[in-house]
Protein backbone atom coordinates (compact mmCIF):
# COMPACT_ATOMS: atom_id res chain seq x y z
CA UNK A 1 0.00 0.00 0.00
CA UNK A 2 1.12 3.16 -0.60
CA UNK A 3 1.72 6.27 0.97
CA UNK A 4 -1.11 9.19 1.02
CA UNK A 5 -1.25 11.96 -1.36
CA UNK A 6 -0.79 14.48 1.00
CA UNK A 7 3.32 14.47 2.92
CA UNK A 8 3.00 16.06 5.83
CA UNK A 9 7.17 16.58 5.80
CA UNK A 10 6.30 18.46 2.13
CA UNK A 11 4.28 20.84 3.78
CA UNK A 12 4.63 24.34 5.14
CA UNK A 13 4.60 23.26 8.86
CA UNK A 14 7.04 21.14 8.98
CA UNK A 15 9.80 21.03 11.13
CA UNK A 16 11.20 24.91 11.26
CA UNK A 17 7.73 26.56 10.06
CA UNK A 18 5.08 27.42 12.18
CA UNK A 19 2.07 25.27 11.80
CA UNK A 20 -0.32 28.62 10.98
CA UNK A 21 1.65 30.55 9.33
CA UNK A 22 3.79 29.36 6.57
CA UNK A 23 6.98 30.09 5.60
CA UNK A 24 7.46 32.02 9.03
CA UNK A 25 10.01 30.26 11.07
CA UNK A 26 8.46 29.26 14.46
CA UNK A 27 12.38 29.13 15.79
CA UNK A 28 14.70 31.78 15.52
CA UNK A 29 17.26 29.95 14.13
CA UNK A 30 16.75 28.88 10.81
CA UNK A 31 19.62 26.86 9.89
CA UNK A 32 18.25 23.94 7.97
CA UNK A 33 16.77 20.99 9.55
CA UNK A 34 15.96 17.31 8.66
CA UNK A 35 12.50 16.76 7.46
CA UNK A 36 11.78 14.06 8.86
CA UNK A 37 13.80 13.44 12.35
CA UNK A 38 13.66 17.45 13.00
CA UNK A 39 17.15 17.47 13.72
CA UNK A 40 20.01 20.24 11.90
CA UNK A 41 21.24 18.26 9.05
CA UNK A 42 24.91 17.86 10.49
CA UNK A 43 23.09 15.34 12.93
CA UNK A 44 20.40 13.60 10.84
CA UNK A 45 19.83 10.09 12.01
CA UNK A 46 17.85 8.72 9.67
CA UNK A 47 20.24 7.05 8.49
CA UNK A 48 20.21 4.39 11.13
CA UNK A 49 16.05 4.37 11.38
CA UNK A 50 15.17 1.24 10.24
CA UNK A 51 12.12 0.02 7.50
CA UNK A 52 9.63 -2.44 8.73
CA UNK A 53 7.42 -3.77 6.20
CA UNK A 54 4.38 -5.20 8.01
CA UNK A 55 1.16 -6.98 6.30
CA UNK A 56 -1.47 -4.04 8.01
CA UNK A 57 -1.35 -0.88 7.96
CA UNK A 58 -0.35 2.08 10.19
CA UNK A 59 -2.68 5.38 10.36
CA UNK A 60 -0.90 8.44 12.32
CA UNK A 61 -2.98 11.59 12.49
CA UNK A 62 -1.26 14.02 13.99
CA UNK A 63 -2.07 17.41 15.68
CA UNK A 64 -1.18 20.42 13.66
CA UNK A 65 1.21 21.76 16.71
CA UNK A 66 3.41 18.66 16.10
CA UNK A 67 4.36 19.14 12.98
CA UNK A 68 6.33 21.80 14.14
CA UNK A 69 8.04 20.54 17.03
CA UNK A 70 11.73 18.59 16.43
CA UNK A 71 10.92 16.06 19.32
CA UNK A 72 7.90 14.35 17.62
CA UNK A 73 7.88 10.84 16.85
CA UNK A 74 5.27 10.64 14.52
CA UNK A 75 7.53 11.34 11.76
CA UNK A 76 9.90 8.90 12.60
CA UNK A 77 7.60 5.82 13.03
CA UNK A 78 5.73 7.05 9.92
CA UNK A 79 9.32 7.04 8.11
CA UNK A 80 10.04 3.49 10.08
CA UNK A 81 6.86 1.79 8.65
CA UNK A 82 6.68 2.38 4.37
CA UNK A 83 3.08 1.00 4.99
CA UNK A 84 1.47 3.97 6.90
CA UNK A 85 0.01 6.87 6.60
CA UNK A 86 -0.23 10.18 8.21
CA UNK A 87 -2.91 12.91 8.44
CA UNK A 88 -2.51 16.15 10.31
CA UNK A 89 -5.55 17.28 12.32
CA UNK A 90 -6.05 21.15 13.32
CA UNK A 91 -4.16 23.00 10.55
CA UNK A 92 -5.83 26.42 10.17
CA UNK A 93 -7.39 27.22 6.46
CA UNK A 94 -7.36 23.71 5.73
CA UNK A 95 -9.95 20.61 5.71
CA UNK A 96 -8.45 17.09 6.71
CA UNK A 97 -9.13 14.23 4.47
CA UNK A 98 -10.62 11.37 6.60
CA UNK A 99 -11.34 9.36 3.63
CA UNK A 100 -8.35 7.23 5.22
CA UNK A 101 -10.66 6.22 7.96
CA UNK A 102 -13.77 5.44 6.05
CA UNK A 103 -12.25 3.02 3.67
CA UNK A 104 -14.67 0.33 2.73
CA UNK A 105 -13.11 -3.47 4.34
CA UNK A 106 -10.54 -2.05 6.31
CA UNK A 107 -10.99 -3.55 9.94
CA UNK A 108 -10.03 -0.06 12.01
CA UNK A 109 -8.96 -0.16 15.79
CA UNK A 110 -8.26 3.01 17.83
CA UNK A 111 -5.21 2.91 19.76
CA UNK A 112 -6.66 5.18 22.92
CA UNK A 113 -7.56 3.96 26.26
CA UNK A 114 -11.48 4.15 26.62
CA UNK A 115 -13.81 3.13 29.19
CA UNK A 116 -14.81 -0.16 26.89
CA UNK A 117 -11.02 -0.58 25.59
CA UNK A 118 -9.65 -3.93 25.54
CA UNK A 119 -5.87 -4.98 25.19
CA UNK A 120 -4.29 -5.31 21.88
CA UNK A 121 -3.49 -8.61 20.75
CA UNK A 122 -2.23 -11.01 18.16
CA UNK A 123 -5.97 -11.97 17.80
CA UNK A 124 -6.93 -8.72 16.11
CA UNK A 125 -4.86 -10.12 13.38
CA UNK A 126 -5.47 -13.89 13.12
CA UNK A 127 -9.05 -13.65 13.46
CA UNK A 128 -9.98 -10.30 11.92
CA UNK A 129 -13.34 -9.93 10.36
CA UNK A 130 -12.35 -8.02 7.71
CA UNK A 131 -9.49 -8.18 4.90
CA UNK A 132 -7.37 -5.68 6.03
CA UNK A 133 -6.03 -4.48 9.22
CA UNK A 134 -5.90 -0.67 10.07
CA UNK A 135 -4.43 0.50 13.32
CA UNK A 136 -5.16 4.33 14.46
CA UNK A 137 -2.60 5.94 16.63
CA UNK A 138 -3.28 9.41 18.03
CA UNK A 139 0.33 11.69 17.46
CA UNK A 140 0.02 14.20 20.22
CA UNK A 141 0.25 14.81 23.94
CA UNK A 142 -2.44 13.24 26.06
CA UNK A 143 -4.95 16.34 26.09
CA UNK A 144 -4.44 16.74 22.12
CA UNK A 145 -5.12 12.91 21.93
CA UNK A 146 -8.58 13.18 23.84
CA UNK A 147 -9.21 16.07 21.79
CA UNK A 148 -8.82 14.11 18.66
CA UNK A 149 -10.88 11.24 19.64
CA UNK A 150 -13.80 13.11 20.23
CA UNK A 151 -13.58 15.91 17.67
CA UNK A 152 -12.98 13.69 14.86
CA UNK A 153 -15.98 11.94 13.48
CA UNK A 154 -15.00 8.73 12.17
CA UNK A 155 -12.93 7.97 15.94
CA UNK A 156 -16.45 8.51 17.89
CA UNK A 157 -17.54 4.89 17.32
CA UNK A 158 -13.98 3.45 15.97
CA UNK A 159 -13.50 -0.12 18.88
CA UNK A 160 -10.75 1.01 20.78
CA UNK A 161 -7.56 -0.89 21.98
CA UNK A 162 -4.60 -0.49 24.67
CA UNK A 163 -1.52 -1.77 25.06
CA UNK A 164 -0.35 -3.71 28.17
CA UNK A 165 0.30 -2.34 31.17
CA UNK A 166 3.34 -1.30 32.73
CA UNK A 167 5.15 -0.63 29.92
CA UNK A 168 8.62 1.25 30.24
CA UNK A 169 9.57 4.36 28.13
CA UNK A 170 13.10 4.15 26.71
CA UNK A 171 12.57 8.01 25.06
CA UNK A 172 14.91 10.38 26.92
CA UNK A 173 13.54 13.30 24.87
CA UNK A 174 9.72 13.93 26.65
CA UNK A 175 8.59 12.25 29.10
CA UNK A 176 5.00 11.54 30.15
CA UNK A 177 3.01 12.39 33.25
CA UNK A 178 2.22 8.85 34.26
CA UNK A 179 4.58 5.52 33.94
CA UNK A 180 3.33 3.16 30.88
CA UNK A 181 3.13 6.44 28.62
CA UNK A 182 4.87 6.38 25.15
CA UNK A 183 5.95 8.43 22.53
CA UNK A 184 3.97 7.79 19.49
CA UNK A 185 6.80 5.58 18.03
CA UNK A 186 7.18 3.36 20.78
CA UNK A 187 3.82 2.93 21.29
CA UNK A 188 4.13 1.82 17.18
CA UNK A 189 6.59 -0.53 17.85
CA UNK A 190 4.37 -1.82 20.91
CA UNK A 191 1.51 -2.69 18.75
CA UNK A 192 3.73 -4.38 16.13
CA UNK A 193 4.92 -6.43 19.09
CA UNK A 194 1.44 -7.06 20.34
CA UNK A 195 0.26 -8.52 16.81
CA UNK A 196 2.48 -10.88 16.60
CA UNK A 197 5.55 -9.32 14.90
CA UNK A 198 7.86 -9.78 17.34
CA UNK A 199 11.02 -10.20 15.34
CA UNK A 200 9.97 -7.24 13.10
CA UNK A 201 9.26 -5.16 16.83
CA UNK A 202 12.84 -5.68 17.97
CA UNK A 203 14.12 -4.56 14.99
CA UNK A 204 12.63 -1.37 15.67
CA UNK A 205 12.15 -1.41 19.52
CA UNK A 206 13.84 -2.30 22.83
CA UNK A 207 17.37 -2.24 22.52
CA UNK A 208 18.20 -0.62 19.05
CA UNK A 209 15.12 1.96 19.93
CA UNK A 210 17.30 3.02 23.03
CA UNK A 211 20.48 3.14 20.53
CA UNK A 212 18.51 5.52 18.32
CA UNK A 213 16.78 7.57 20.74
CA UNK A 214 20.59 7.82 21.76
CA UNK A 215 21.69 9.35 19.12
CA UNK A 216 18.63 11.42 18.73
CA UNK A 217 19.28 13.10 22.05
CA UNK A 218 22.64 13.84 21.36
CA UNK A 219 21.81 15.78 18.47
CA UNK A 220 18.91 17.73 20.29
CA UNK A 221 21.34 17.91 23.22
CA UNK A 222 23.85 20.12 21.24
CA UNK A 223 21.03 22.25 18.80
CA UNK A 224 19.56 22.78 22.70
CA UNK A 225 23.26 24.28 23.48
CA UNK A 226 23.99 26.13 20.25
CA UNK A 227 20.32 27.90 21.22
CA UNK A 228 21.94 29.75 24.23
CA UNK A 229 20.95 27.10 26.42
CA UNK A 230 22.70 25.54 29.02
CA UNK A 231 24.55 22.67 28.20
CA UNK A 232 24.03 18.76 29.52
CA UNK A 233 27.20 17.77 31.53
CA UNK A 234 29.86 15.34 29.08
CA UNK A 235 28.44 17.42 26.15
CA UNK A 236 30.58 20.24 24.33
CA UNK A 237 29.34 23.72 23.03
CA UNK A 238 27.89 23.60 18.65
CA UNK A 239 29.99 25.76 16.86
CA UNK A 240 27.87 28.06 14.68
CA UNK A 241 28.89 27.79 11.04
CA UNK A 242 30.39 31.71 10.28
CA UNK A 243 30.62 32.92 13.97
CA UNK A 244 31.31 32.47 17.92
CA UNK A 245 29.66 30.03 19.92
CA UNK A 246 26.23 30.64 21.04
CA UNK A 247 25.79 29.00 23.98
CA UNK A 248 28.82 30.68 25.74
CA UNK A 249 27.40 34.16 24.86
CA UNK A 250 24.09 34.10 26.01
CA UNK A 251 22.78 35.19 29.99
CA UNK A 252 19.74 33.18 30.59
CA UNK A 253 17.16 34.76 32.71
CA UNK A 254 14.90 32.11 32.98
CA UNK A 255 15.08 28.48 32.42
CA UNK A 256 12.27 25.53 32.07
CA UNK A 257 11.72 23.38 35.05
CA UNK A 258 8.91 20.93 35.33
CA UNK A 259 6.58 21.46 38.14
CA UNK A 260 4.98 18.82 40.09
CA UNK A 261 0.85 19.76 40.82
CA UNK A 262 -0.92 17.37 43.02
CA UNK A 263 -3.76 15.48 41.67
CA UNK A 264 -7.46 15.59 43.42
CA UNK A 265 -6.33 13.00 45.86
CA UNK A 266 -3.37 14.71 46.75
CA UNK A 267 -5.85 18.55 47.13
CA UNK A 268 -7.13 16.35 49.91
CA UNK A 269 -4.72 14.98 51.13
CA UNK A 270 -3.34 18.60 51.89
CA UNK A 271 -6.73 19.73 53.15
CA UNK A 272 -6.80 17.02 55.65
CA UNK A 273 -3.22 17.97 56.69
CA UNK A 274 -4.48 21.65 56.95
CA UNK A 275 -7.36 20.75 59.09
CA UNK A 276 -5.64 18.24 61.60
CA UNK A 277 -2.76 20.73 62.10
CA UNK A 278 -3.83 24.39 61.48
CA UNK A 279 -5.38 24.49 65.21
CA UNK A 280 -2.01 23.25 66.97
CA UNK A 281 0.29 25.74 64.54
CA UNK A 282 -2.29 29.02 64.96
CA UNK A 283 -2.07 28.17 69.10
CA UNK A 284 1.74 27.32 68.70
CA UNK A 285 2.42 30.64 66.99
CA UNK A 286 0.64 32.80 69.29
CA UNK A 287 2.10 30.97 73.02
CA UNK A 288 5.64 31.61 70.71
CA UNK A 289 4.45 35.16 70.08
CA UNK A 290 3.69 35.79 73.83
CA UNK A 291 6.20 34.58 76.69
CA UNK A 292 4.86 35.17 79.94
CA UNK A 293 7.30 35.03 83.01
CA UNK A 294 5.46 33.63 86.16
CA UNK A 295 7.34 36.13 88.71
CA UNK A 296 5.49 39.96 88.36
CA UNK A 297 7.70 41.33 91.35
CA UNK A 298 9.78 44.32 91.39
CA UNK A 299 10.18 47.07 88.86
CA UNK A 300 7.15 47.19 86.63
CA UNK A 301 7.36 48.95 82.93
CA UNK A 302 3.93 49.41 80.90
CA UNK A 303 3.94 49.97 77.42
CA UNK A 304 1.64 53.01 77.21
CA UNK A 305 -0.44 52.52 73.96
CA UNK A 306 -1.58 49.08 75.70
CA UNK A 307 -5.49 48.64 76.18
CA UNK A 308 -6.85 49.85 79.22
CA UNK A 309 -7.59 46.19 80.36
CA UNK A 310 -3.73 45.83 80.37
CA UNK A 311 -3.34 48.76 82.68
CA UNK A 312 -5.86 47.67 85.12
CA UNK A 313 -3.49 44.91 85.86
CA UNK A 314 -0.73 46.97 86.66
CA UNK A 315 -2.71 49.04 88.95
CA UNK A 316 -3.65 45.57 90.80
CA UNK A 317 0.18 44.73 91.23
CA UNK A 318 0.93 48.06 92.97
CA UNK A 319 -2.04 47.51 94.72
CA UNK A 320 -0.92 43.93 96.54
CA UNK A 321 2.83 45.04 96.91
CA UNK A 322 3.95 43.25 94.05
CA UNK A 323 5.63 46.02 92.25
CA UNK A 324 7.30 49.25 93.98
CA UNK A 325 7.53 51.30 91.23
CA UNK A 326 5.69 51.83 87.20
CA UNK A 327 7.05 53.35 84.40
CA UNK A 328 5.15 54.00 81.64
CA UNK A 329 6.68 54.41 77.81
CA UNK A 330 5.35 55.15 74.63
CA UNK A 331 5.89 57.82 71.65
CA UNK A 332 4.01 60.82 70.53
CA UNK A 333 0.19 60.41 69.35
CA UNK A 334 -0.19 60.35 65.79
CA UNK A 335 -3.96 61.35 65.28
CA UNK A 336 -6.03 63.76 67.60
CA UNK A 337 -3.19 64.70 69.32
CA UNK A 338 -4.77 68.14 68.88
CA UNK A 339 -8.07 67.52 70.85
CA UNK A 340 -5.80 65.48 73.97
CA UNK A 341 -4.24 67.52 76.96
CA UNK A 342 -1.62 64.57 76.51
CA UNK A 343 0.77 64.89 73.51
CA UNK A 344 2.53 61.05 74.11
CA UNK A 345 1.71 57.35 75.05
CA UNK A 346 3.30 57.18 78.44
CA UNK A 347 1.70 60.76 79.79
CA UNK A 348 -1.43 58.97 78.80
CA UNK A 349 -0.76 56.21 80.02
CA UNK A 350 0.26 57.60 83.47
CA UNK A 351 -2.41 59.89 83.71
CA UNK A 352 -4.69 56.52 83.94
CA UNK A 353 -3.05 54.91 86.52
CA UNK A 354 -3.49 58.05 88.64
CA UNK A 355 -7.17 57.98 87.76
CA UNK A 356 -7.40 54.70 89.16
CA UNK A 357 -5.64 55.83 92.62
CA UNK A 358 -2.58 55.08 92.44
CA UNK A 359 0.37 57.57 94.01
CA UNK A 360 2.00 59.88 91.84
CA UNK A 361 5.63 59.03 93.65
CA UNK A 362 5.09 55.61 91.99
CA UNK A 363 4.41 56.27 88.30
CA UNK A 364 6.48 57.87 86.20
CA UNK A 365 5.99 58.60 82.55
CA UNK A 366 9.14 58.47 80.07
CA UNK A 367 8.00 59.22 76.56
CA UNK A 368 10.42 58.57 73.52
CA UNK A 369 11.15 60.56 70.73
CA UNK A 370 9.01 60.55 67.52
CA UNK A 371 10.47 57.38 65.40
CA UNK A 372 10.00 56.82 61.73
CA UNK A 373 11.03 52.91 62.96
CA UNK A 374 11.61 51.02 65.92
CA UNK A 375 9.19 53.09 67.83
CA UNK A 376 9.18 50.66 70.37
CA UNK A 377 13.59 50.14 70.67
CA UNK A 378 13.30 54.13 70.88
CA UNK A 379 10.78 53.97 73.93
CA UNK A 380 13.21 51.08 75.48
CA UNK A 381 16.07 53.59 75.06
CA UNK A 382 14.36 56.59 76.22
CA UNK A 383 13.40 54.65 79.45
CA UNK A 384 17.21 53.26 79.91
CA UNK A 385 18.20 56.83 79.65
CA UNK A 386 15.63 57.79 82.61
CA UNK A 387 16.30 54.41 84.98
CA UNK A 388 20.16 55.78 84.73
CA UNK A 389 19.13 58.98 85.51
CA UNK A 390 17.61 57.78 88.50
CA UNK A 391 20.16 56.09 89.91
CA UNK A 392 21.05 52.99 87.45
CA UNK A 393 19.48 50.24 85.54
CA UNK A 394 17.56 47.60 87.99
CA UNK A 395 19.46 44.36 87.86
CA UNK A 396 15.31 43.16 86.81
CA UNK A 397 12.03 44.61 85.72
CA UNK A 398 9.05 43.15 84.64
CA UNK A 399 7.30 44.41 81.00
CA UNK A 400 4.03 44.33 80.54
CA UNK A 401 2.34 44.27 77.36
CA UNK A 402 -0.35 42.71 75.10
CA UNK A 403 0.35 39.08 74.46
CA UNK A 404 1.28 39.20 70.38
CA UNK A 405 3.94 42.07 71.38
CA UNK A 406 5.37 40.33 74.04
CA UNK A 407 8.64 38.94 72.25
CA UNK A 408 9.06 41.77 70.41
CA UNK A 409 9.02 44.09 73.30
CA UNK A 410 11.57 41.85 75.37
CA UNK A 411 13.80 41.34 72.35
CA UNK A 412 13.82 45.47 71.44
CA UNK A 413 14.52 46.44 75.93
CA UNK A 414 16.80 43.49 76.47
CA UNK A 415 18.88 44.96 73.62
CA UNK A 416 18.65 49.01 74.87
CA UNK A 417 18.80 48.45 78.43
CA UNK A 418 21.92 45.79 77.89
CA UNK A 419 23.17 42.62 79.35
CA UNK A 420 23.28 43.94 82.74
CA UNK A 421 19.19 43.94 83.47
CA UNK A 422 17.46 41.41 83.13
CA UNK A 423 14.12 41.85 81.35
CA UNK A 424 10.75 39.36 82.01
CA UNK A 425 7.44 39.80 80.36
CA UNK A 426 4.15 39.84 81.79
CA UNK A 427 1.87 39.08 78.53
CA UNK A 428 -2.00 40.15 78.49
CA UNK A 429 -4.61 38.42 75.95
CA UNK A 430 -6.58 41.10 74.08
CA UNK A 431 -9.63 42.08 74.19
CA UNK A 432 -10.79 40.38 71.07
CA UNK A 433 -9.04 36.95 70.75
CA UNK A 434 -6.58 34.96 72.58
CA UNK A 435 -4.24 31.85 71.75
CA UNK A 436 -7.12 29.87 70.71
CA UNK A 437 -9.49 31.85 68.62
CA UNK A 438 -7.27 34.49 66.78
CA UNK A 439 -7.67 33.38 63.36
CA UNK A 440 -11.56 33.39 63.52
CA UNK A 441 -11.62 37.20 63.81
CA UNK A 442 -9.75 39.60 61.13
CA UNK A 443 -8.30 42.05 63.69
CA UNK A 444 -6.62 38.68 65.35
CA UNK A 445 -5.21 37.35 62.21
CA UNK A 446 -3.88 41.05 61.14
CA UNK A 447 -2.26 41.68 64.73
CA UNK A 448 -0.74 38.13 65.53
CA UNK A 449 0.62 38.17 61.31
CA UNK A 450 1.85 41.38 61.39
CA UNK A 451 3.72 40.61 64.63
CA UNK A 452 5.04 37.03 63.54
CA UNK A 453 6.63 39.64 60.70
CA UNK A 454 7.98 42.23 62.76
CA UNK A 455 9.78 39.73 65.23
CA UNK A 456 11.36 38.22 62.22
CA UNK A 457 12.59 41.76 60.91
CA UNK A 458 13.64 42.89 64.80
CA UNK A 459 15.48 39.36 65.25
CA UNK A 460 17.47 40.07 61.93
CA UNK A 461 18.17 43.96 62.35
CA UNK A 462 18.62 44.16 66.48
CA UNK A 463 22.39 43.74 66.05
CA UNK A 464 23.08 46.68 64.15
CA UNK A 465 20.87 48.60 66.99
CA UNK A 466 23.52 50.42 69.70
CA UNK A 467 22.41 50.33 72.96
CA UNK A 468 21.37 53.12 75.16
CA UNK A 469 24.42 55.78 75.69
CA UNK A 470 25.12 56.47 79.29
CA UNK A 471 26.24 60.11 78.66
CA UNK A 472 23.23 61.10 76.61
CA UNK A 473 20.73 62.71 79.05
CA UNK A 474 17.16 61.62 79.61
CA UNK A 475 14.39 63.41 77.96
CA UNK A 476 12.57 65.36 80.75
CA UNK A 477 8.99 66.20 80.11
CA UNK A 478 6.56 67.85 82.83
CA UNK A 479 4.65 65.05 84.74
CA UNK A 480 0.77 65.55 85.21
CA UNK A 481 -0.36 66.37 88.64
Partial sequence: MTRAAFDPLDAPGAPGS????????????????CRVCGLHEEWCVCPILPRIDLPFEFLFVQHAVETARPTNTGRLA??????????????RGETADWSPLEEPGADYRLLYPRSSTRRLSAADWTARARPRLALVIL????????????????????????????LTSHWPIRHGRAPGQLCTAEAALRAVEALGHATAARHGGSHGARRRSHAIHEGRAAIRTDAGRRAPRGRVLVDRPGGPRRGAAMIRLFRKKEVHRPTGLGWLAIAAAAALLGRPAGVGLYRFLAPSSSDRSGMLVLEGW????????????VRDGRCRRVYTTGGP?????????????????????????????????????????DRTYASA?????????DGGLPDRLVLLTTAPHARRSRLLFARALGPGCRVDTWAIDPRLFGATNWWRSSE??????????????????????????EDEPPAVVPEAP
Avoid at 140 to 149: E, I, K, P, R, V
Fill in 444 to 469: GVRVVLSETFAYAYARATVFFLSPAS
Fill in 306 to 317: VHDDVATHATAA
Fill in 139 to 166: DGTWHQAAHMAHRIAPLRGMPCVQLAEG
Fill in 18 to 33: HPDRPGHPSRRHRRPR
Fill in 333 to 373: IEAGRWLSEYGDWATVSRARLLEEGLDPALVTAVPAPAAVK
Fill in 381 to 389: LALARRLRA
Fill in 78 to 91: HHMLPNSRLIVYGR
